[in-house]
């Protein structure tokens, strides 16, 4: 859609916009559904959903010229460059390690009564 000049900076904006949804996403979902429910924080992720793919129907374009498809060895032949391994394991780690930690601060250790830990 943007060409190849802008292709850096899309794929950036898109990985900016997984991180940000995780880091934001995930502490106001783990709060809505402590203060409403799980059902309700499900039904919430739902409406964004909807709200997206509407901003998606009226914004993005209709038609999209694209090349001709490409063979598959051609297609996987940057997974030989070990720089895109990395870069791609250290984005996916770099997003989704958060998931590992947000239940350990988001609740109150085991041994603690409800008393000690702070509002």
Request: proline share 9%; charged share 10%.
């Amino acid at each position: 859609m943007l060409g190849p000049r802008c292709a850096v900076g899309a794929i950036a904006t898109v990985l900016t916009g997984f991180t940000a949804a995780t880091a934001f996403g995930a502490p106001i979902g783990t709060a809505f559904g402590s203060g409403f429910g799980w059902r309700a924080t499900m039904w919430f992720v739902a409406a964004l959903a909807v709200i997206g793919i509407c901003g998606v129907l009226t914004l993005a374009p209709r038609t999209i010229a694209t090349a001709p498809p490409e063979n598959l060895r051609r297609r996987f032949a940057p997974l030989a460059d070990p720089r895109v391994l990395t870069t791609t394991m250290v984005a996916f780690t770099s997003v989704y390690i958060l998931y590992t930690y947000i239940a350990a601060t988001s609740n109150p250790p085991p041994e603690a009564s409800e008393d000690a830990w702070p509002s």
